[in-house]
């Protein structure tokens, strides 16, 4: 996994770069997510590693016609250097990069039920405070987590989950 972050890092740093330069963040973005989307489905992926499919095709099916020719041309050189597989990896660093630029962060949040909107409002309240960013949440519900949240917000992890504390329990008890 960190190999395949490590080869998708110069496309997503040039992608983020170039967008940000003539002012298409955003609209760079939006396509580079539904790439990604494309490429974590096996029958996309398959269509990608297609020989009879031609480069411009794929290319008209990853970009569209509709996008702006300096991302088509991007889309290409992934083609042209079999990296499309590393199309994940790189809408997952260009939003990484994004919010580094703009101070935003969005935060994984894995709780045991569904949040309320009071719990959700206090959770980015708390987490803006700590880190200066502007907090966007991705919350999942893992009904293995018995109770509580595990939040991932950049490298800091907050284990509120009922087995976490119990492992903290553990430990205190046995050292």
């Excluded at 269509?47 to 702006?68: K, R, Y």
């Excluded at 250097?81 to 703009?102: F, G, I």
Aim: contains cysteine; negative net charge; aromatic residues 8%.
């Amino acid at each position: 996994m960190s190999e395949l972050i490590t080869l998708a890092r110069p496309y997503a740093k040039a992608a983020y770069e170039f967008a940000k330069s003539v002012d298409k963040v955003a609209d760079w973005q939006k396509q580079l997510a539904v790439a990604a989307g494309m490429a974590e489905h096996d029958v996309a992926a398959a269509i990608f590693s297609d020989p009879d499919v031609t480069d411009a095709q794929l290319v008209t099916l990853i970009a569209g016609d509709d996008s702006d020719e300096h991302y088509q041309n991007f889309i290409k050189l992934m083609i042209e250097n079999d990296r499309l597989s590393l199309l994940p990896d790189v809408a997952q660093l260009y939003q990484y990069y994004y919010e580094q630029d703009s101070g935003a962060q969005t935060v994984d949040v894995y709780a045991a039920a569904p949040l309320s909107d009071d719990q959700q409002q206090r959770l980015v309240e708390a987490l803006s405070r700590r880190t200066g960013k502007d907090i966007s949440l991705h919350i999942e519900v893992d009904e293995t987590l018995l109770g509580g949240a595990k939040i991932y917000c950049g490298d800091l992890v907050i284990d509120g989950t009922l087995s976490g504390k119990i492992e903290r329990l553990k430990t205190e008890l046995f050292n």
